[in-house]
Each structure stands twice: as structure tokens, then as C-alpha cells.
């Protein structure tokens, strides 16, 4: 019995719940799928579904075969539309998320130009600074400046940016410049997320300084805020300031120390089929990014 036919099969009667469901989707007969099924089940030498009169369940063994095939099965639909589709452009829906200052600055000039590019690709762009689960919150591809643990993703780097250190003239004026890191301790240091260790290198390596300060937040924008408020002194990603930079009331403290760098890279989950039009735009941030960042 042909093997394509026996995993379509399979895979039909998984998602169906149900021979006759199967096979009425397949367009085919309640005993050709039971006889795929089993031809199968006899092949791999396992039990792939529990029967009984009222339901068809799978087994442990049959779910992990399942989570297998089943991106194997959707591979091959999509190399055999690629092939019939080839003269049509991309389409659907792709959903992104980036870091929300970041985003603003880096991704969101870049839309209109990925979007003349691919008309018909519908996008839907999450800026927000907390890390989201890629398969729980159905993210297709996520734009990340901060060190990846996620077993279950694909990492690739594009670029890099530093850290600076930045403050206001005007705090500075107050309350002077520090020369060295260790004077960060008497400084006012607005703090993001949980974030109080600032890392540093010296003439004998890397090391860190424990911060504090008035004003601690979840969001870069109201660490940036309170920074062009003269509030306190901030360590950011240098891509994450862009033209505040050059603004003349702010300034860069403590560089000789601050030679730390932070991958911005593109993340998708692993082992999940990868459509077509994820790849483009994948394709498109990994060219784009590498060149503005």
C-alpha cells in the first residue's frame, strides 16, 4: 500500500477523530481508511490509536508520530503549491512581535516597504517589551534585542547593537559625572524591569555594578523618559535611542567601560512547518535590519 497514503490517512483520522469522518473528508471508504491505518500500524510495529465502538483516540505512541509527520505532511502540501503557485505572489496572514521602542524605530519604517512588496501579505505587528510565547501566543516571527533561552525556537542573528549609558546635561550638572562605574552607586540609576545589574568591562575583565534609583519600569519609553527629564542616568541598546543620541542635553557616560553587545535576532518556533510567506518576510527583516541597525 502506497506509504504517502497510509500517513494522510493516519493524520485525517488524528485530526477527524473518526474513520468515517476521515473518510468522508478524504472522499474515500470507512474500511480504506481502516485498512491504511492498519497497514501502517503493522509497518511501524505500534499501536497508533486506541479503539472502541464510540471513539477513536491516539495512542502515546501515536502522538508523538502525530507531532512528527504531521509539519512533514503540510511540508510537502506546500513544496507541491510552491511549485503550482509559482507565478503567484505570496499571500496571508503573518503575525510579528518586536520590542516596542525598537519596533517603533526599526520595524515599523520598514513595513510600508515590506508591504509593496508582498501586497498580499497581511501583517499583524505586536509591540510590547515582554518576551511572548511564540506557539501559545501564535507568533510567526519574533524580532528580538536580548539573549534567546527558548529550546523550542529557531535563533538567527542579523546585527548587533552596544550598550550606552546615557544621562541628561542637567543631572549631570546636579549631582556631577561619573568617571568610573563604581560611582553609579551614588548616582540615581532608573532601572528596567529587574535589570540592577549593569555589566561593565575593566582592566581585568568583565564585571558588574549593582544599581538603584527612584524610577524602575517594564518599558524602555518611561526609562527614556525619565532619562530627557533629567531624572536619572539609564543604560539602554543603542539602537534603541536612535536620535535621542544627538540630542544636546544628553550625553554618553562611562564608554571607555561599555563594550557589552546585544544580538538582535529573528526567532520562529522550531519543528513547526514554516509557510512560504513567513520566509519572505523572514527573508526581507534579515536583509532590511542587518542594513538600518
Not at 506509504?3 to 474515500?28: M, P
Not at 515590506?114 to 501583517?123: F, Q
Not at 512547518?273 to 518576510?281: H, I, K, L, S
Request: proline content about 4%; glycine content about 6%.
Amino acid at each position: 500500500m502506497d506509504r504517502f497514503h497510509e500517513l494522510t490517512a493516519f493524520i485525517t483520522v488524528a485530526e477527524t477523530g473518526g474513520f468515517s469522518a476521515a473518510a468522508r473528508r478524504l472522499c474515500d471508504s470507512q474500511s480504506g481508511m481502516s485498512k491504511s491505518v492498519s497497514a501502517l500500524e503493522k509497518r511501524l510495529g505500534v499501536l497508533l490509536f486506541n479503539r472502541s465502538t464510540r471513539s477513536v483516540t491516539l495512542t502515546d505512541q501515536g502522538r508523538k508520530y502525530y507531532d512528527r509527520t504531521k509539519p512533514l505532511l503540510e511540508e510537502m502540501d506546500e513544496a507541491d503549491g510552491e511549485l503550482t503557485r509559482s507565478i503567484l505572489a505570496v499571500s496571508g496572514l503573518v503575525k510579528i512581535a518586536a520590542p516596542s521602542t525598537f519596533g517603533r524605530l526599526h520595524v515599523l519604517p520598514l513595513i510600508p516597504q515590506l508591504l509593496s512588496l508582498h501586497p498580499k501579505v497581511k501583517l499583524n505587528l505586536c509591540l510590547s517589551d515582554s518576551v511572548q510565547d511564540l506557539l501559545a501566543d501564535g507568533i510567526d516571527l519574533a524580532i528580538r534585542v536580548s539573549p534567546v533561552h527558548d529550546l523550542d525556537a529557531v535563533v538567527k542573528r542579523v546585527t548587533g547593537t552596544s550598550l550606552v549609558c546615557v544621562g541628561s546635561r542637567r543631572y549631570f550638572d546636579r549631582h556631577g559625572t561619573p568617571t568610573v562605574p563604581e560611582d553609579l552607586i551614588n548616582h540615581n540609576c532608573l532601572v528596567y524591569e529587574d535589570m540592577t545589574n549593569w555589566a561593565f568591562v575593566g582592566p581585568k575583565g568583565k564585571y558588574s555594578v549593582r544599581v538603584n534609583g527612584n524610577l524602575s519600569s517594564n518599558s524602555v519609553e518611561t526609562i527614556l523618559s525619565g532619562v530627557l527629564a533629567g531624572v536619572g542616568i539609564g543604560m539602554f541598546q543603542r539602537a534603541s535611542l536612535a536620535g535621542e543620541l544627538k540630542h544636546p542635553d544628553i550625553m554618553t557616560v562611562l564608554e571607555p567601560f561599555m563594550n557589552e553587545a546585544r544580538d538582535v535576532s529573528l526567532i520562529w518556533p522550531k519543528r513547526r512547518f514554516v509557510p512560504a510567506r513567513v520566509r519572505q518576510v523572514t527573508d526581507f527583516f534579515a536583509t532590511t535590519l542587518a542594513q538600518r541597525v
